[in-house]
């Protein structure tokens, strides 16, 4: 099994909803806030290969959207996702599998494209789409604080396309297997039944952390995006992972932050702190 990180760009997003009821003083340290309290976070994704499959992790925020949704977000960067995939030697008709840790619109806008003609269609041609029936469900009838995010053009037209499959996640469970090579932590404090993949890596484990760890300003377990449905059972989840992290050394992929690609772990008496940290898969 070989793993590829795949940069796609950087966004802006509030610094105040990013770290909940955490002071500006603080969480400022570690994710400097522009005159707008705007802080920047990577859209960094991961590409598996695994024999015969290639399995990408999350796909960004996508090019489809109209300028005035873009605004909101200011991107930046030169990186992108065919460039990245191509530098890693692959195009998007090689993906064989795209697997979304949840549907929110920087996770999940660029599995879909609109073409000339205006149609969506998947952005992978001959991949297989990956969620959940319980997350599916959550995002396609939607509450009042999340609808803004879950938006019908990233994933209506998967499930259009005859190209979605669902993995089992049951209510209760926190970690499954799939058939894509690698398990999956079940995570329901940001939103129903967020997946992250436990990927063999290094001797270890490497987990895709998704939106339970955004970056290595979150480490501390009251460190809780606003943006959390459920900020209570977060902290519980971010408690029994990134203890267990800690204790047996594995790799946390970081999708948002815009510095580290990865990090690991160590116990302490405050709880889980930062060991190491890089900016690159080796």
């Known amino acids: 099994m070989k793993l590829h990180s ?13 770290f909940g009821v955490v002071p500006k003083s603080l969480w400022q ?19 598996v290969e695994n024999g015969d499959r290639l399995t990408l992790i999350d796909t960004g925020i996508g090019q489809k959207q109209d300028e005035k949704f873009y605004a909101h977000y200011f991107l930046h960067g030169t990186d992108t996702l065919d460039k990245s995939l191509a530098s890693a030697g692959f195009h998007r008709s ?17 599995a879909v494209e609109r073409r000339s003609d205006g149609l969506l269609v998947p952005a992978f041609p001959n991949a297989h789409f990956w969620s959940n029936e319980r997350h599916w469900h959550w995002a ?6 999340e609808k803004a995010s879950f938006l019908k053009e990233n994933i209506l037209p998967l ?3 005859g190209q979605l499959r669902f993995v089992a996640a049951p209510a209760g469970e926190t970690r499954i297997q799939t058939e894509l090579g690698f398990d999956v932590l079940l995570a329901n404090g940001h939103t129903e039944a967020q997946m992250l993949p436990l ?51 594995w790799t946390l992929f970081l999708e948002h932050d815009a510095v580290n690609t990865w990090c690991r772990l160590m116990q302490t008496e405050k709880g889980p702190r930062l060991a190491e940290q890089g900016d690159s898969l080796t």
């Not at 400097?32 to 990577?42: F, I, R, V």
């Not at 396609?140 to 604080?145: A, S």
């Open 29 to 47: 340290r570690t994710n400097p806030a522009d005159e707008n309290n705007l802080c920047t976070w990577a859209m960094r994704l991961l590409l």
């Open 199 to 249: 990927i063999p890596y290094g001797g270890s484990q490497l987990l895709y952390t998704a939106d339970l760890l955004p970056s290595i300003g979150h480490i501390p377990l009251p460190y809780v995006m606003g943006y959390d449905t459920r900020p209570l059972l977060t902290l519980e989840e971010k408690s029994r992972i990134l203890q267990q992290a800690a204790t047996e050394q």
């Open 6 to 18: 795949i940069p796609t760009g950087y966004f802006k997003l509030d610094g105040g909803a990013m």
């Open 159 to 161: 499930q259009e396309s």
């Open 140 to 145: 396609t009838e939607p509450n009042l604080r």
């Open 94 to 110: 090689d993906i064989t599998d795209v697997f979304l840790t949840h549907l929110h619109f920087d996770h999940v806008g660029g």
